[in-house]
């Protein structure tokens, strides 16, 4: 198990201490941003329902659904239970470019590590919006893989906590859709 954390630790290090310059800590800031709670993939559906409106319907519920499960889920249960400090805490020499809020009310960090919440939600998200808009599949996976990198970029999780919110959130987006994927698999 040890040479599990040590990797994990020593993944994260490599990828935490990328270059870092205001382009990149931007760019990865906003993809955190974007991605707090799911913000973007309920946005992206509210897009495509005045776009399409037809076949679109459903998209709010399973959203909706899905994060219900992500927060009872990773927020309530699964990050309590691991209990694993975030790696600024663990890890002195973690790059934290934005951690201007540390110690405030609304300081995320807080919260334990396991698993990445951000990631849950992102895989969540466009595993839902991959089946109802196929033609853009890829790119809702190329943008949960961003938000989900970010946040190992940014300081705030180890690719492990990535690795397993990724998967996390592929499961709570397919049992979010169950009750739809036979409609999606016609269209």
Not at 17 to 38: K, V, Y
Not at 58 to 71: D, G, R, S, T
Request: charged content about 15%; proline content about 4%; aromatic content about 18%.
């Amino acid at each position: 198990m040890q040479s599990l954390i040590n990797l994990d630790q020593s993944l994260f290090l490599l990828i935490n201490h990328l270059p870092h310059n205001f382009f990149l800590d931007s760019f990865f800031g906003f993809m955190t941003a974007i991605g707090f709670m799911g913000l973007i993939w309920l946005m992206i559906a509210l897009v495509l329902n005045l776009y399409y409106r037809k076949g679109m319907k459903n998209l709010f519920k399973e959203l909706i659904l899905a994060e219900i499960f992500y927060f009872f889920l990773v927020e309530l249960l699964l990050k309590n239970l691991s209990a694993r400090l975030r790696p600024q805490f663990i890890l002195p020499r973690t790059i934290l470019p934005f951690d201007l809020l540390q110690g405030k009310p609304f300081d995320l960090s807080q919260s334990f590590s396991f698993p990445s919440g951000h990631a849950t939600i992102a895989f969540a998200g466009a595993y839902i919006l991959g089946k109802t808009h196929r033609k853009f599949a890829f790119f809702y996976y190329l943008l949960a893989l961003l938000i989900s990198f970010s946040r190992i970029y940014l300081g705030k999780h180890y690719p492990g906590d990535v690795v397993a919110g990724a998967i996390l959130g592929l499961l709570i987006g397919y049992l979010s859709s169950l009750g739809h994927l036979s409609r999606y698999e016609k269209s």
